[in-house]
């Protein structure tokens, strides 16, 4: 039998690709996921005002339903490029920003939610929502290479003198011409 129409049982000690499973009220099992979000605050925020705004960022995640792993302080940076931001109806260009990240766990219905509100925050530049695992994975790095340093005085390549046969040097060019 193919087993159409029965479910399947899952139980609680089953992993699905770093999935987390929540038990809602009336039951049944609703999928949660684990995201990460990126955002950049506007910059004309001094520091406290931009640590409020993470703190506000932070219990509204909380409220829809978040659980939060870990979580980065903004610091501010410099941009790679110019952003432009549109806030009613003016257009304002950024180049330096606070960046700051939080890790949560989060039913999966609800992320549209969290989207939504984001982009009606006028306080953010950007943001950017992953889904990514538990672990963060640190990256290897390459062995630093040790150089030697070298010397200032020009170094002298020493060429062996002899004497030259012409017919010899003649000789070779053709050989060199005619292959």
Same mark, same amino acid.
């Given at each position: 039998?193919?087993?159409?129409?029965?479910?399947?049982?899952?139980?609680?000690?089953?992993?699905?690709?770093?999935?987390?499973?929540?038990?809602?009220?009336?039951?049944?099992?609703?999928?949660?996921?684990?995201?990460?979000?990126?955002?950049?605050?506007?910059?004309?925020?001094?520091?406290?005002?931009?640590?409020?705004?993470?703190?506000?960022?932070?219990?509204?995640?909380?409220?829809?339903?978040?659980?939060?792993?870990?979580?980065?302080?903004?610091?501010?940076? /410099?941009? %790679?490029?110019?952003?432009?931001?549109?806030?009613?109806?003016?257009?304002?260009?950024?180049?330096?920003?606070?960046?700051?990240?939080?890790?949560?766990?989060?039913?999966?219905?609800?992320?549209?939610?969290?989207?939504?509100?984001?982009?009606?925050?006028?306080?953010?530049?950007?943001?950017?929502?992953?889904?990514?695992?538990?672990?963060?994975?640190? %990256?290897? /790095? %390459?062995?630093?290479?040790?150089?030697?340093?070298?010397?200032?005085?020009?170094?002298?390549?020493?060429?062996?003198?002899?004497?030259?046969?012409? %017919?010899?040097?003649?000789?070779?060019?053709?050989?060199?011409?005619?292959?």
């Amino acid at each position: 039998m193919l087993g159409l129409g029965k479910k399947k049982q899952i139980e609680p000690t089953d992993e699905i690709n770093d999935e987390v499973m929540n038990l809602s009220d009336d039951g049944s099992i609703s999928e949660s996921r684990i995201y990460e979000v990126s955002y950049l605050i506007v910059p004309t925020f001094t520091e406290e005002m931009t640590v409020e705004e993470a703190v506000k960022i932070r219990a509204f995640l909380t409220e829809k339903g978040a659980e939060i792993l870990t979580e980065g302080t903004p610091k501010k940076l /410099l941009l %790679a490029y110019p952003m432009r931001k549109s806030v009613a109806n003016k257009n304002t260009v950024y180049t330096d920003a606070f960046f700051g990240w939080i890790k949560f766990v989060l039913p999966q219905e609800k992320i549209n939610e969290i989207k939504e509100a984001f982009d009606q925050n006028e306080k953010l530049i950007r943001f950017l929502i992953i889904k990514t695992t538990k672990e963060t994975p640190l %990256a290897k /790095l %390459a062995p630093r290479r040790i150089y030697k340093k070298r010397s200032d005085e020009p170094r002298i390549i020493k060429e062996e003198s002899g004497p030259i046969d012409e %017919a010899q040097v003649d000789k070779e060019i053709e050989e060199l011409l005619i292959n």
